[in-house]
């Protein structure tokens, strides 16, 4: 009956995906308004919680810059008062706490209150054809800069594959699309210039502009940033003359995925593969650039970024919730199936000319339209029947993204063989994380950027259930949890700054050659420490900033030691790892002595 009920929700949900959607909540709220004068406000994410905790993000006061001499005065005024300060664009898809400025309770031990800067109104773009580049301020939508670029003759090479981001925010948080090609996936890696808004002396009116260009000293410091040197004011990205792309995918079965990965993305330029593990699948993704004369004007709307009915995915979550509740794995294994079946028959959002439906491979269509989507991110205000299917509002999907970068590339061959081997186990257990997208597998190029990727990587996203009550285990807990320790731990794998839980940051300094550089970095240009943060301390940090507490693994605080770290009242106890034996999960048990 699951996989009966659960095709034809999806397939709702994908045939009429504009049917009257309404936009996300904005990140921040102000005494119930959405905006106000900024006083007595609260910050939260898209999700609706974070992972360093469920709590929204207390904060004194917020500013809204729409120019950069606005954000030269809040920096200026915080920096005179020497209050903590952060900064949120219009989106705020940040899973970590990092935008949270001080100790999260609007104030800094009560010595000064906090200030948020918020970027929505600052968001200019222009084009500069001749040089190639566009300049954007840090809160410009990533879409306006694609098109603007596009309407210009020109085309960003580079995005992230969820375009409800900002210039500012995908930029100091490595966001990236896939490609060992040219200068790589990561956007940051196509910034040519970039300025900074930074604290000062009263000597300098408590605040400063920092312009910087590649090759400069400090511009390797600055692309990577997480919020800690500064305020991103502006970025300078560089552009290439407009073309097409064509795109397929391609079901195979995953027996030779361990060995195909490396030379599928030295084929194709914008290369990705998604790993089924409990279906025995790998789809690769054929994507190559095409010359403008191609035939073709597709679009790339991918069905898991779509307006979907709120009825659809609130009935999906309900369904999940209960299987989880049941400890139904076989429903879960259907749902899976129905994921994925659906998929391949919309050809997972791509659409023909003019957004009319999927009629088969490939798919050809321009850059800005192909590269990154996000459709429900763009609805308009005046509609309430759809909205983004994460949408808190809606007890709709709710869920974990862990994000795991492996370099060199043979360190991820040894953690697609360790994950086959702990599906071999039992292989109903990896029906949970199909039955979203599976693995997404993705290339990004090697970096100068202190803080980006040291050499060619390889970047595995995968999401899976995430209960409501953060008390509460979930189905097959164990096995995703031995999955992120074998990535993070025994494979070294670097974490996704602005993904993951707070365990996958254990030890993260150490994994970047660089780090003491990007810390001078950060001492020259925020000295007294304003826009640090316990929330940022927790990311950057990779140390537990607090005793372990009971059920802290639950929700990903913490690596299990002590049952206690489970739920050992509701039958999880802290136990070995079943393919690793050095991990610590959280595992379903009859008896404590198991």
Same mark, same amino acid.
């Given at each position: 009956?699951?996989? @009966? +009920? ?46 360093? %905790? ?20 809040? #920096? ?17 898809? @940040? ?7 001080? &100790? ?13 800067? &918020? ?9 500069? =054809?001749?040089?190639? $580049? #566009? @300049? ?54 196509? #910034? ?11 000597? %300098? ?10 090759? *400069? ?10 919020? /800690? ?6 970025? $300078? ?55 403008? &004369? ?5 679009? &790339? ?6 307006? $979907? ?40 959002? /791509? ?5 009319? !439906? +999927? ?12 590269? $990154? ?23 709709? !999907?709710?869920?974990?993204?862990? @994000?795991?970068?492996?370099?060199? =590339?043979?360190? +991820?061959?040894? +953690?697609?063989? %360790? ?8 292989? %109903?257990?990896?029906?949970?994380? *199909? ?66 839980? !707070? ?21 020259? /240009? ?28 639950? *929700? ?22 079943? #393919? ?15």
């Amino acid at each position: 009956m699951v996989a @009966t +009920f659960l095709l034809p929700l999806l397939l709702l949900s994908t045939l009429l995906p504009a049917a009257v959607p309404l936009p996300p909540r904005p990140p921040v709220r102000c005494d119930g308004s959405g905006g106000g004068d900024g006083s007595g406000c609260v910050l939260s994410n898209a999700y609706g919680a974070w992972s360093s %905790d469920r709590a929204d993000c207390p904060v004194a006061a917020v500013a809204y810059p729409a120019s950069e001499a606005d954000v030269v005065a809040a #920096v200026a005024g915080a920096s005179a008062k020497n209050m903590p300060v952060k900064v949120v664009s219009g989106f705020a898809h @940040t899973i970590p706490k990092l935008a949270c400025p001080g &100790n999260g309770s609007g104030s800094s031990g009560g010595a000064a209150s906090s200030l948020l800067i &918020n970027t929505a109104r600052y968001d200019g773009v222009a084009v500069d =054809a001749a040089a190639r $580049t #566009v @300049t954007a301020d840090a809160g410009a939508p990533l879409r306006a800069v694609i098109d603007a670029a596009e309407a210009s003759g020109l085309s960003l090479t580079a995005a992230p594959y969820w375009e409800g981001v900002s210039v500012g925010g995908l930029v100091s948080t490595g966001s990236h699309g896939s490609s060992w090609w040219g200068r790589g996936g990561a956007v940051h890696d196509h #910034v040519v210039a970039l300025r900074l808004v930074v604290p000062a002396g009263a000597a %300098d009116g408590w605040a400063k502009v920092v312009a910087l260009r590649r090759g *400069d000293a400090l511009f390797n410091a600055a692309l990577v940033s997480l919020g /800690l040197l500064g305020v991103i004011s502006k970025v $300078t990205l560089a552009l290439e003359p407009r073309f097409k792309r064509s795109i397929s995918y391609e079901y195979r079965d995953d027996s030779t995925f361990q060995d195909d990965f490396a030379r599928h993305a030295a084929n194709h330029e914008f290369a990705d593969i998604t790993w089924y593990p409990s279906q025995h699948k790998a789809v690769y993704r054929i994507d190559d650039r095409m010359p403008l &004369n191609a035939t073709g004007d597709g679009v &790339n709307d991918f069905i898991g970024f779509q307006s $979907t009915l709120i009825a659809v995915s609130s009935g999906i979550r309900a369904l999940e919730t209960a299987l989880e509740a049941s400890r139904n794995v076989k429903g879960k294994c259907k749902m899976a199936a129905a994921e994925i079946a659906a998929k391949r028959l919309v050809g997972n959002g /791509l659409r023909g000319a003019g957004g009319r !439906l +999927f009629t088969g491979y490939p798919v050809v269509g321009f850059q800005g339209r192909m590269q $990154t989507s996000g459709s429900c991110a763009r609805s308009p205000p005046t509609d309430t029947l759809s909205a983004c299917p994460w949408d808190p509002r809606y007890k709709g !999907l709710f869920f974990y993204e862990s @994000t795991a970068m492996f370099s060199p =590339a043979a360190r +991820f061959r040894d +953690f697609v063989l %360790d994950v086959k081997r702990l599906r071999d186990v039992d292989p %109903d257990s990896m029906c949970g994380v *199909d039955a979203y997208n599976g693995l997404l597998v993705r290339f990004v190029k090697a970096s100068e950027a202190y803080l980006g990727q040291p050499e060619d990587t390889v970047v595995v996203d995968f999401n899976y259930y995430r209960a409501s009550d953060g008390s509460s285990p979930r189905l097959s807990q164990d096995v995703w949890e031995e999955v992120e320790q074998l990535a993070f731990v025994k494979h070294g794998a670097r974490p996704h700054w602005a993904k993951n839980r !707070l365990a996958a940051f254990r030890g993260v300094r150490g994994k970047y050659p660089s780090w003491d550089k990007f810390a001078a970095a950060k001492r020259q /240009l925020d000295p007294r420490g304003l826009f640090d943060s316990r929330w940022s301390d927790e990311v950057v940090g990779g140390e537990e900033q607090l005793p372990k507490a009971d059920g802290c693994a639950l *929700d990903g605080r913490c690596v299990c030691s002590e049952d206690r770290h489970c739920s050992p009242s509701k039958g999880y106890y802290c136990r070995p790892g079943l #393919v690793y034996s050095e991990a610590r999960v959280c595992r379903y048990s009859v008896s404590q002595l198991v």
